[in-house]
């Protein structure tokens, strides 16, 4: 479980010559024609540019591709920690600044990283650092999930306490308590986790977690995998991203059953392997499409989508006038002229309404017919999009952790400020339909998420753009 001293030295001088560290990224990428299907600029970094442009009343028609999910892909970096064996992502989502913020971090550990298009490598063999700084982990609070991986392979860690956006405490005491209950030794020290295990690692031992956490799921479903004996997770997260994470685990040697209920049980194995591993659609990519089509009118086919991923926002997509239906690989998403109609939502752990479709549901309902209720269970502040959104017109009241939406005729357009991640695209969702032009500020929040979602609204007939 511990990386020994001599082989290190093998591997150090093996990097040393220059060799690949990814042997088989050529191949692989000559072999997927999705690959080559693909625009020539998919690894750019996102622009430097801070604002969004929308001019409304655009009808959408027309196809827009669906990203590999970020809240998988950044999980999966971290499972690549695991191995001293590459690890190969097809469908990464490589234009988001959030994969840009974890490949800087891993980089820093030591990983050798390889992303081109849609195509992302990782090998861990030469991590020479278990040390996570604040200046990296405090850009975004999925860095925590470095914390399970370093400790199971190399029996200490580092972490900075995570930052990200402000939209909750989301506290790390449930990762620290579990860690603790396999037999990790932690300290909170100036701002950091500082793990250790004993001198036999990780022990496996039955885990009851408090509450539904999906971080906490995934960074002990991670550690277990090298732990010593059995792991059960008892009322785990059920998420799609959380199954695929195990899916690719087990492709890499590990011992799991149990994903996408709310039981995990993981064998300990002495190591794990490399693998190639497809990372699952964008579930909130797709959903936020859904409704930007919804909202607008006009007929939308989202390649490589799930409409299984997306069940609890479904029935209630129909009952507001939506219609959605599942084509092969693609979504199909159609509404006819005619006002959306209210309806209420509840946000929940999966498989309930994802709290990540609620800024962007809050803006459809913004112009229903009649009235709807949105309440927010996951996250205590997530409703700091509700000004901006009444700057466009919108009536919206809070309550503690409902609003009530009343619908109004039109949306005018409107100089307004991104405060997170979904709040932004909510406000892009209104500006496609608000009269005249709306401003988008700070959109650094969006391209955390979003692969050049100008560029994908832009084919389908939207008026927005960059500046």
Request: with cysteine; proline share 4%.
């Amino acid at each position: 479980m511990f990386v020994k001293q001599a082989t290190q030295t093998a591997r150090e001088n093996t990097w040393d010559k220059k060799v690949s560290p990814f042997p088989a990224f050529d191949q692989l990428k000559s072999s997927r024609s999705t690959y080559q299907q693909k625009s020539p600029d998919t690894n750019a970094q996102p622009s430097k540019l801070d604002k969004i442009i929308v001019r409304g009343g655009q009808e959408l028609n027309g196809v827009i591709p669906i990203s590999g999910a970020k809240n998988a892909a950044l999980k999966l970096m971290c499972a690549a920690l695991l191995t001293d064996e590459p690890v190969y992502f097809e469908n990464a989502p490589n234009m988001l600044r959030d994969i840009q913020s974890q490949t800087d971090l891993m980089t820093h550990l030591g990983c050798h990283i390889r992303r081109e298009r849609d195509l992302m490598a990782i090998n861990a063999g030469p991590v020479h650092s278990q040390t996570a700084p604040y200046d990296l982990v405090r850009k975004m609070r999925t860095s925590i999930l470095v914390l399970g991986p370093l400790l199971a392979r190399f029996g200490q860690a580092k972490v900075s306490l995570p930052g990200g956006c402000a939209i909750g405490t989301r506290p790390v005491d449930l990762h620290l308590k579990a860690l603790e209950e396999l037999g990790a030794q932690i300290k909170l020290e100036n701002g950091y986790i500082d793990a250790k295990t004993p001198q036999g690692g990780l022990q496996g031992a039955k885990i009851l977690f408090p509450k539904v956490s999906v971080g906490a799921t995934e960074n002990l479903l991670m550690a277990a995998t090298l732990a010593k004996g059995t792991t059960v997770l008892a009322n785990a997260a059920k998420e799609p991203e959380i199954v695929d994470l195990g899916e690719c685990l087990i492709k890499m040697g590990a011992k799991i059953t149990g994903l996408g209920t709310e039981t995990i049980t993981i064998e300990g194995v002495p190591e794990l392997k490399g693998t190639t591993h497809s990372i699952l659609p964008d579930r909130i990519e797709a959903g936020t499409y859904i409704i930007a089509a919804g909202m607008t009118g006009g007929t939308l086919k989202l390649q490589n989508a799930r409409i299984e991923h997306l069940s609890a926002a479904m029935g209630l997509l129909s009952q507001a006038g939506i219609e959605v239906e599942q084509s092969d690989q693609d979504i199909i998403v159609h509404r006819e002229i005619g006002r959306i109609l209210g309806v209420d939502i509840m946000t929940e752990p999966y498989p309930g309404f994802p709290t990540d479709l609620q800024a962007q549901f809050m803006a459809m309902l913004s112009l229903c017919q009649g009235a709807g209720m949105i309440t927010e269970t996951i996250f205590e502040n997530r409703f700091m999009h509700v000004p901006e959104l009444c700057r466009m017109g919108a009536d919206i009241t809070v309550q503690g952790n409902s609003a009530i939406v009343r619908g109004v005729e039109s949306l005018k357009g409107a100089e307004v400020m991104a405060t997170d991640l979904r709040a932004s695209v909510a406000l892009v969702l209104a500006g496609l339909v608000a009269e005249g032009e709306t401003t988008i500020n700070r959109i650094y929040h969006l391209e955390r998420g979003y692969e050049d979602i100008v560029g994908k609204l832009s084919a389908c007939g939207a008026d927005i753009r960059k500046a």
